[in-house]
């Protein structure tokens, strides 16, 4: 076995200076690359949860005066803008809510309804704030954003409902439609 090595190391020592002539002579060239990114122009959407469900607040008609307020965390709001604008593009995410209307008696009125953003997470480059409501009663800004190129933002708004001293006991039922444009 010792004289295996010592012949595989005379033979490496052999190819080595070889090797070494070979790149003394070889001719290096390198190749530039470019790419350009380009995007494919897609929609401004916005997506939004489904439900969400209010905790049970106590019976204003038991309260002798004021109100009681219900808050809940909506799930995600998420907007997608994909229209591969120029610098300085908007866009504006709203919301509107209906009355809550109860199975009986008077409904509490879509100017009870509150909408807290929260913190805005975002992809991409786009500026936004928050612009929190306290009525609902028509379409209203909650979210303005200027951007460069495509993004997303998202965020989870909390929505306050104040129910006024007399309402009726009973589960009111209403929707918040959101939109971005």
Do not use: K
Not at 37 to 48: D, E, F, H, K, T
């Amino acid at each position: 076995m010792p004289v295996r090595i010592v012949v595989l190391i005379s033979i490496t020592s052999l190819f080595i200076p070889n090797i070494v002539a070979d790149l003394a002579h070889a001719e290096i060239t390198s190749t530039s690359l470019t790419i350009s990114a380009s995007c494919v122009p897609g929609p401004l959407s916005i997506s939004v949860p489904g439900a969400l469900v209010f905790p049970t607040v106590n019976a204003p008609s038991m309260v002798t005066t004021g109100s009681s307020i219900s808050t809940a965390t909506m799930g995600t709001v998420l907007v997608t803008d994909a229209r591969c604008d120029a610098p300085n593009t908007a866009w504006t995410a709203s919301a509107i809510a209906t009355a809550l209307t109860p199975t009986a008696g008077p409904t509490i009125a879509a100017s009870l309804i509150g909408y807290t953003s929260g913190s805005i997470a975002v992809t991409g480059t786009v500026a936004c704030v928050a612009v929190d409501q306290i009525n609902l009663t028509g379409v209203v800004p909650v979210v303005r954003a200027v951007a460069t190129g495509s993004n997303t933002a998202w965020w989870t708004p909390t929505i306050t409902v104040t129910v006024p001293s007399g309402q009726a006991v009973g589960t009111y039922t209403g929707s918040i439609t959101q939109s971005v444009a």
